[in-house]
């Protein structure tokens, strides 16, 4: 059995009740009664195509709605007219302004959505391994030492972020990763002495009450499990939802928890999903960052560089100053996924490299444990770290952070420079070469 473990006596955090309002209840979001007609009959168009999910406490704390459509917390987690192109949004506002019955919309989404790339990089091809010779859904296993697990309880969020990467996740069966066998979960991890690191990812992990939690790890503290150094939850809870640490009801298990598995040996480390400095203002999130480093987990923080959303390098940095005060590591910048709506917010790389850096020369070396700008591309993370000229000839300077191959890692390779490209497969190899060097390799896997 094991035993609940108070850290500290909390502050009286009063936590409001958790409300949410999805693509149905759009008309129910008091806030949006003062925008024009036009804007929330836009909203209501890409909500039924991608999904929609926002809580009452990102609403009433996070929103400058005196700022509204342009508040970063807004474009954030609200839908927006440009995320569909104009065909798409066509189809979809003639159904909605016609007859329609609820299956009619939902197929015309389902027949929109194959547009958009649900599972880039290679996630169903590539990343799915095999266990006893059948294929495991719900773990995703690209890196040798890292396994992603995909928890069936936890295949929604506090809120949706209108750029999701995995927003095929929530909007049908079909298209989801997702597992709920811990015991088929232990065995692969169990087989696979390589692996180090396990990602508990989703959705958002986070969503689960601790007791659904606790099976899938509380198992990682025995011996067999003696080569699993790191456990990593992703989640979007500490600016979404901080009550999760605070006052939720199990909120001091889901601590216990995490300080169990720190005394165990483990590292623990929640990676935290922070788009914009802004969410980082309220008390109650202040206090969950303080309970969650006094169970001697860490908190890495990371996010995509978003067009409408976090362009402004001086946010950038002040947001990793702001992070390093708190006690958490800034750790990822990333450039826009080609999934989803990309068209919305992705950025030429050369304007995602420029961003980063104006950024990166504001802090000091403490919080420059940052890195990026990344693509997470079907061979690995690619961090684009330069523009420069090379015997005449301007190029992208490129190198794998993380790849399928652990050898290409840290070996430099050259793009042609093209002010128009937004990600790895709208770059050729400079200076001549037919192919970059990992291609061959890569294609045959």
Known sequence: MHQTVKLQPVEAYKAPRFTVYQHRQIDKIEQLDKLPEHLRFEMKVVANVFPFRVNNFVIEELIDWDKVPNDPVFQL?????????????????????????????????????????AHPAGQMEKNVPEYEGERVDGIQHKYKETVLFFPSQGQYCHSYCTFCFRWAQFVGKATRFNNNDEELLHNYLAEHTEVTDLLMTGGDPMVMRTVKLRKYLEALKEPRFDHIRTIRIGTKSLTFWPFRYVTDPDAQELLALLKELVDAGKHVSIMAHINHKQELRTEV???????????????????????????????????????????????????????????????????????????YKEVSGVSRTVRG????????????????????????????????????????????????????????PAFGEEKFFWQDEYDAM
């Open 77 to 117: 987690t609200f839908p927006q007219r440009g995320m569909l192109d104009d065909e798409s949004y066509d189809e979809m506002a003639a159904l909605l302004q016609g007859d329609h019955t609820p299956e009619d919309v939902f197929n015309l989404a389902t027949e929109l959505r194959q547009k958009f790339n």
């Open 285 to 359: 999130t202040k206090e969950a960052i303080r309970l969650i480093r006094q169970t001697g987990a860490q908190i890495r923080t990371q996010a995509p560089l978003l067009n409408n959303i976090n362009t402004d390098p001086k946010m950038w940095s002040e947001m990793w100053k702001e992070q390093t005060q708190m006690g958490m590591i800034p750790y990822y910048m990333f450039i826009e996924r080609d999934t989803g709506a990309k068209r919305y917010f992705e950025l030429p790389l050369y304007k995602n490299w420029e961003i980063f850096r104006e950024a």
């Open 373 to 428: 700008p990344s693509m997470s591309a079907g061979p690995g993370k690619v961090e684009v770290s330069g523009v420069s000229e090379i015997n005449g000839e301007k190029v992208f300077v490129l190198r794998f952070i993380q790849a399928r191959n652990p050898d290409w890692v840290q070996r430099p390779f050259f793009a042609k420079y093209d002010e128009k490209a937004t990600w790895l497969d709208g770059l050729v």
